[in-house]
């Protein structure tokens, strides 16, 4: 898929705020730092669409970008970062659920997950919820440019196996980077194929 225009449509501090037209609408969720606003610029090619921190909790509220005048991509704030407060990191998670729960147009979540780490208690547990609550999702491995393509394949293994003794079958993957910009194209044809498939 060719991204033609990509632009910020809105800011919402509720999902009842979202934009109300039908596109359809991929959103973007994970621990805070792991790299959502990053993707969201990688795949757009537009270095500052989505603002990007090194200090984690950056964005905070639910932000829209209209792709090629047709469908949305969605930033989430992360959940999960120890430093933001307890009643902050609630009303996130609030925010977060409820949209996810709620929002008719979600087409389909991408659950980031940082490739460095061994399977993390708070991804495990949030991608048990989505299955409880019968929400698709598709995993997107980040920041695979930090390590090598052995030490890739070994956690992936490592997280294939995690997921294996919960799950039936592996969910949905792509290994990504922001940096090298590694799975744009398989990321993009994905959501081109679902778009379509809608259609
Ligand atoms: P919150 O908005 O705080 O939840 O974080 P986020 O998930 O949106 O993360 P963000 O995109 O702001 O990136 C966090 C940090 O990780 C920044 O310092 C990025 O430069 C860095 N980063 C993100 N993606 C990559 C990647 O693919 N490779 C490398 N090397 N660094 C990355
Ligand atoms: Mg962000």
């Avoid at 449509?9 to 609408?25: F, N, R, V």
């Avoid at 090619?45 to 005048?69: R, V």
């Avoid at 992360?78 to 929002?103: H, M, P, Q, T």
Wanted: overall charge positive; glycine content about 4%; some cysteine.
């Amino acid at each position: 898929m060719i991204i033609k225009t990509a632009e910020f449509i809105t800011s919402s501090s509720d999902y009842k705020q979202c934009p109300s037209e039908e596109h359809l609408e991929y959103a973007f969720i994970g621990r805070s730092n792991v790299g959502k606003s990053s993707l969201i610029n990688m795949l757009t090619q537009h270095k500052k669409l989505a603002k990007i921190s090194s200090a984690p909790g950056k964005t905070q509220l639910i932000n829209h970008f209209l792709i090629n005048e047709n469908w949305y991509l969605v930033d989430l704030p992360g959940y999960g970062y120890a430093k933001v407060s307890k009643n902050k990191r609630e009303k996130f998670s609030k925010l977060n659920k409820d949209y996810i729960l709620k929002r008719e147009q979600l087409m389909l979540l991408f659950v980031l997950i940082d490739i460095r780490l061994e399977p993390q208690k708070i991804d495990l547990e949030f991608m048990e919820w989505l299955g409880e609550k019968r929400i698709p999702f598709t995993m997107l491995f980040t920041k695979a440019d930090k390590l090598s393509s052995s030490k890739i394949n070994k956690n992936k293994i490592a997280y294939q196996k995690k997921m294996l003794e919960r799950w039936e079958i592996m969910p949905p993957y792509f290994v990504t980077s922001a940096v090298d910009k590694r799975g744009r194209e398989e990321v993009l044809n994905y959501i081109d194929q679902l778009n379509e498939a809608k259609e």
